[in-house]
């Protein structure tokens, strides 16, 4: 199974990047050392989602940063992303797995222990958990779990479990003291000022963070 060597992962939203191209914001995450993106344009025919993925592949081939498609497994099969990332009702992760092999990374969108439990039996690689804490963007999937949840769900499962919804560079410490394997963002780095700051100040504050969690 492919390996998820990544603490940080962005997940991409054009309509959250104050007026700057996708492209732009991904460049600068690229090059502050962000190892991971989730192309998520849902909005977009599919033509236009390929057309765009395939700048956004540009910049991440070219930095080395693993790529993954929300939902669409056929986009990902054209593409030869590194992955895909399915909601936990969506496609069922053994099958995509069927599709895809062993080497394509394949995470799943949990919002509860038992869809935790299921993506991992299903053979996820990894699940992003929330929401966290209060975030408008996930209100519509209920309260906010709260870290004492979080922890309570990942000592029950074994497959890196990263969380979602909330988080910023002063609950980093907090979020990963109750177990987290990494953080997923989306605002906290997308509407920055300064993108390129802003993902360094995160990669670094996570490294000593996991440093102290391991040590």
């Known amino acids: ?7 940080l992962y962005l997940i991409g939203d054009r309509h959250q990047t104050v007026g700057r191209p996708l492209n732009e914001v991904i460049q600068s995450a690229a090059e502050a050392g962000i190892a991971a993106f989730q ?24 930095y080395g940063m693993k ?23 969506g496609f069922p992760v053994n099958v995509a797995r069927n599709l895809l092999g062993q ?29 966290v804490f209060d975030t408008p963007s996930k209100r519509h999937y209920g309260p906010p779990l709260s870290l004492k949840s979080f922890h309570q769900i990942k000592q029950k499962t074994q497959m890196p479990l990263f969380a979602i919804g909330g988080i910023n560079l002063s609950r980093i410490n907090a979020v990963f003291s109750s177990g987290a394997d990494g953080v997923a963002l989306i605002s906290a780095i997308s509407t920055a000022t300064d993108i ?18 391991t040590s």
Do not use: W
Not at 105 to 128: N, R, T
Not at 202 to 212: A, C, G, H
């Open 39 to 62: 192309f998520r344009e849902k909005d977009l025919s599919l033509r236009a989602q390929f057309e765009l993925a395939k700048q956004v592949q540009n910049i991440t081939k070219q």
């Open 196 to 213: 390129h700051n802003t993902c360094r100040q995160f990669l670094q504050k996570i490294n000593q963070v996991s440093t102290q969690t």
């Open 1 to 7: 199974m492919a390996t998820v060597d990544f603490k």
């Open 67 to 89: 790529l993954l498609i929300n939902d669409r497994i056929d986009l990902c099969i054209a593409l030869d992303a590194n992955g895909v990332h399915l909601p936990s009702s």
């Open 103 to 131: 080497q394509k990374l394949i995470a799943v969108s949990c919002h509860s222990e038992k869809e935790v439990k299921q993506a991992q039996a299903l053979g996820a690689d990894f699940a992003v958990l929330g929401p």
